[in-house]
Structures are given as C-alpha cells and as structure tokens.
Antibody
Framework: EGQLVESGGGLVQPGGSLRLSCVAS????????MNWVRQAPGKGLEWVSY????????YNADSVKGRFTISRDNARNSLYLQMNSLRDEDTAVYYC?????????????WGQGTMVTVSS | SYELTQPPSVSVSPGQTASITCSGDNLGDRYACWYQQKPGQSPVLVVY???KRPSGIPERFSGSNSGNTATLTISGTQAMDEADYYCQAWDSSTGDSSTGVFGTGTKVTVL
C-alpha cells in the first residue's frame, strides 16, 4: 500500500529557513516521482514542487521559485524540501504526495502533513 | 497561469446525487482527478484520469471530463461523503515547465 511520513515542521521567523523531510515505506521509492503540496489554515490545496524519479526534472510553483528547493535520496527513501527566505504566507501544512505511475500526475498516496508556521 | 474553478458549496440529501463541477480552459484536453478531504485528514484520491477509481473507492464516485468542465458525481450520497472535494490537473502549456493546479475546492454538505 505504501506510507509517507513528513517531519521537520515548526515555528520560524520571517526570512528564516526550514528543511522538511518525507520518508517513504511500503513501496519502491525510486520508481515514483514525488510532490510537495501545502494547505494554509482554512484554505485550499496548493501544489508546491515536483521531482522526477531520478531527480533530474524539477518543477516549482511561481510562489516558491528561487526560495524552495526540492530534492530526494532514493537510497534513503527520502524526499526533502529546503525552504529559505520564508514569508508569513508560507504558513501551512505541508504534505508530501506520491505521483501515480504514468503521466497523469494524480497523487495517490499522501503523508499526514507537517505544520510550518512563519511568524515573528 | 492556469486556473480551475469550483463552486464553494454543494448540498445534497442522503441517498441523492451530488454533482461537483470543475471549470478550466480546455480542461477536457488534459486529465482531471479528484480528491476528498475530511476535517483534520489528508486528501484521498477518489477519481483519476477523468473517470477511473482507485482501489477501495466506492462505485458511487464517478467522474467525467469534456470541453471546459470536469464533473465528480456522487450517487446515493451517504453521510460519510460529507467533506471538501478538490479537482486537480497538470498544466504543461508554458514552455519547458509544468505545474500542478488544484481547483478552489467544494464543501459537500449532506443534509
């Protein structure tokens, strides 16, 4: 079935940095592209970043370009999101999500999420 | 940037049919999928590739996509279906970049 577990969230001041991690289990992590999706309190879902199976292709939402970096370590079954220059509007629950096999980019497994709060 | 628009809310009586629309320019030219999210929980994929259901998703959930509108239909709606629903598509129309796009979300209330 597969499971994703995020960690690394917390309280950070505006302009600060944070690194999120997502550990996968129950499936062959390196066979799947992965994504980060966030949800601000009381708001809808917002796609953040995508990384291909090998890590050679990366896409980012305009709202995080130049500030967030997605990466992965297939040997450690792990996905990461390095977040720099954090802003108040980055406050959200951050989910890692598995990209379904194929080219349709449906997210078939989600983690439980980790909360990031940007506040002074 | 590409946008997907959903009605903020839909109300349905138990046992009746709920239809949730998702509108975007030429949405029918790309695959749409749908997620269900209950309060305090992570989203769950309920329809992918316009019409397909993942394993474990009840048959009462179905989807369609044509023209500018994708639709999620819940037949014989049950109280447990009360949740927020989000459509999602992938936009590869901007040069060598691609982005994921979520709809604005619809709260389904079972009265």
């Amino acid at each position: 079935e597969g499971q994703l577990v995020e960690s690394g969230g917390g309280l950070v001041q505006p302009g600060g940095s944070l690194r999120l991690s997502c550990v996968a289990s129950g499936f062959t992590f390196g066979f799947y592209s992965m994504n980060w999706v966030r949800q601000a309190p009381g708001k809808g879902l917002e796609w953040v970043s995508y990384i291909s199976r090998s890590g050679s292709t990366i896409y980012n939402a305009d709202s995080v370009k130049g500030r967030f970096t997605i990466s992965r370590d297939n040997a450690r079954n792990s996905l990461y999101l390095q977040m720099n220059s954090l802003r108040d509007e980055d406050t959200a629950v951050y989910y890692c999500a598995r990209d379904q096999v194929g080219a349709t980019h449906a997210f078939d497994i989600w983690g439980q999420g980790t909360m990031v709060t940007v506040s002074s | 940037s590409y946008e997907l628009t959903q009605p903020p809310s839909v109300s349905v009586s138990p046992g009746q049919t709920a239809s949730i629309t998702c509108s975007g320019d030429n949405l029918g030219d790309r695959y749409a999928c749908w997620y269900q999210q209950k309060p305090g929980q992570s989203p769950v994929l309920v329809v992918y590739e316009d019409t397909k259901r993942p394993s474990g998703i009840p048959e009462r959930f179905s989807g369609s996509n044509s023209g500018n509108t994708a639709t999620l239909t819940i037949s014989g709606t049950q109280a447990m279906d009360e949740a927020d629903y989000y459509c999602q598509a992938w936009d590869s129309s901007t040069g060598d970049s691609s982005t994921g796009v979520f709809g604005t979300g619809t709260k389904v209330t079972v009265l």
